[in-house]
């Protein structure tokens, strides 16, 4: 049996699958201050009556990380730059406390500007007296030569041990400083209280006799075990909108379709986007407060807009949201809501209507409107927001290549087949935004618990990517940043480099409890350019790129 548990800003939903097929759910309203507790709540539900002994598999969808970065409530943690030379240091805008320091590598990993130690232990001591025991240390080209980050955390462990110390070359190894020190940064600042949630997390389960392995939902799709994710905690950041797309491929199961995929929950909705059954990836990687990150993900947004957002007046304008104030009054809530005027206007019949009405009557008489066209202009202005979200979205995706191979291979511009509907809040909005945009409404009886059901489903996902160098000798393979020598690297080939590069994946998958996935990796990227010096070849650089997607575990063939 399997467990998946989504946490949402409203609600965390649970399912647990038996045979592929969802046995039990359940849903519990999420306390924000407290996700660990709500977590547990659902779990227990999910548990009872069930025989533990027989979990296989509990996957958890988590807002902890997100929340953290989007709130600015982690610790106040130091980046410690080594830009080098070009951009001035007042165009890395990555964190408020930044120290810049001396110290240089080429692109190949030469060092050109050694770092000065006493202008290290000058900074050390600042932030001793600042008490910022949270680092993190970022140098460019430090994916091709780590010595100098490697040479700060040595000197930081030494004058204060009291500190945490991330380096960039461990987090990623791909190009472009400033994402690579923007996720380092983010890493640190989260760290700590991941793990704590990651500790408390692992002892509750035990203590409730699982002992099957513990995933988390990445921000690609795929999972990590608990302590895999211990290192890495920026790979769960929009973890629930991942969720929501892989809900919505599980309810339809990779059928092809074009799909926009909207999970409407009581605070926000979040939209992606499904190519032919497959999801959309960001190719810059995840942006996180405006800023982009070498975080793989889906290439998805949030909007403050959700089934339970208020309503209220702004002078002679109807006002929605952004806050949410508990449940809709049809549910028996105190405020009325985007819910309420669906359900009024439409005889849903969703929880008690004559609540809905009791509440949405003052409001539409302080504008001097009938109450149905009071919530007929509700309905207008949220459809014409998701409207114009999407449209929005739709000029963003346009720029992602497998939305532009779609075309090319299709020979015709991109078509929309359907909506899939996702959140409780589904059911009253999505059929008229279908309706406005005359598509096909896709809507599942499990689709309030769909998150959780995706998480349930999903695959392990690993990728890894090798750089070599053969004229220095030298390669580096992420994740981990290890670096080490090429042996007989005048001779190597291309080949040779995948080898090396499958190799490391299997062993790296067999570590991780996801050995029986390593053979279905694939190759995604395959680059060798010649280094020439005058008229001779010195060497060669070689990219190759390799991953296990994300997708559905085999056990799963689709909600009944």
Wanted: contains cysteine; glycine residues 8%; proline residues 4%.
């Amino acid at each position: 049996m399997l467990i998946g548990i989504d946490v949402g800003g409203t609600f965390t939903d649970g399912v647990l699958l038996d045979k592929g097929s969802i046995k039990v759910f359940a849903k519990e309203a999420t306390d924000e201050q407290n996700l660990s507790v709500t977590l547990l709540k659902v779990l227990d539900k999910l548990l009872e009556d069930q025989d533990a002994a027989k979990i296989s598999r509990v996957v958890l969808s988590t807002t902890l990380v997100t929340n953290l970065i989007v709130t600015d409530s982690g610790p106040r943690t130091a980046l410690i730059l080594m830009p080098g030379f070009g951009l001035p240091y007042e165009s890395y805008d990555q964190a408020p406390d930044t120290y810049f320091l001396k110290g240089c590598m080429d692109f190949r990993g030469n060092e050109i500007l050694p770092p000065d130690q006493d202008e290290i232990r000058t900074a050390i001591q600042k932030l001793k007296e600042l008490d910022i025991r949270d680092i993190a240390v970022a140098g460019k080209f430090s994916n091709r030569n780590q010595q100098h980050e490697l040479l700060i955390q040595t000197l930081l462990n030494k004058y204060y041990p009291q500190a945490s110390v991330i380096i960039s070359s461990h987090i990623s190894q791909q190009l472009n400083f400033p994402r690579r020190a923007f996720t380092a940064y983010l890493t640190a600042k989260t760290s700590k209280k991941w793990n704590q949630f990651i500790d408390h997390m692992q002892q509750a389960i035990q203590e409730r006799h699982i002992k099957a392995p513990i995933h988390i939902l990445k921000a690609d799709g795929g999972t990590m075990t608990l302590e895999t994710a211990r290192a890495v905690p920026c790979e769960t950041i929009l973890s629930g909108p991942a969720a929501s797309t892989m809900g919505g491929m599980a309810l339809t199961m990779n059928d092809g379709k074009n799909s926009v995929v909207l999970d409407v929950g009581g605070t926000t909705t979040d939209i992606s986007l499904i190519i032919a059954g497959q999801p959309l990836y960001a190719s810059q990687g995840a942006k996180i407060n405006q800023k982009l990150t070498h975080i793989k993900s889906f290439a998805v947004k949030s909007i403050a807009l959700g089934g339970d957002s208020v309503l209220s007046t702004e002078g002679n304008e109807i006002r929605i949201g952004p806050e949410r104030k508990g449940a809709a009054a049809c549910f028996g809530g105190e405020f009325a809501t985007v819910t309420d005027a669906f359900n009024f206007l439409f005889k849903m019949n969703i929880g008690d209507p004559g609540l809905s009405a009791d509440n949405l009557s003052p409001i539409a008489a302080e504008m001097k409107l009938p109450l149905p066209e009071f919530c007929q202009l509700v309905v207008d202005k949220t459809i014409n927001r998701l409207k114009e979200t999407i449209n929005g979205m739709f000029k963003e995706w346009e720029q992602e290549p497998a939305y532009r191979v779609w075309e090319i291979i299709n020979r015709r511009t991109f078509h929309l087949d359907r909506l899939i509907g996702i959140g409780a809040a589904a059911e009253a909005i999505l059929p008229k935004l279908a309706e406005e945009l005359k598509i096909e409404c896709f809507l599942h009886k499990y689709s309030p618990v769909a998150n959780a059901l995706g998480s349930a489903a999903a695959r392990p996902t690993l990728t890894v990517n090798m750089h070599a160098d053969t004229q220095a000798g030298l390669f580096t393979i992420d994740p981990g940043g290890n670096q080490g020598k090429l042996s007989h690297n005048r001779n190597l080939q291309l080949e040779d480099v995948k080898e090396i590069t499958r190799q490391y994946l299997q062993d790296l998958a067999a570590e991780r409890g996801m050995g029986s996935y390593a053979s279905e990796a694939q190759f995604t990227r395959e680059e060798q350019f010649n280094v020439i010096r005058g008229w001779d070849r010195l060497g060669k650089l070689f990219e190759v790129g390799m991953q296990i997607t994300p997708g559905f575990i085999a056990e799963f063939k689709g909600a009944d």
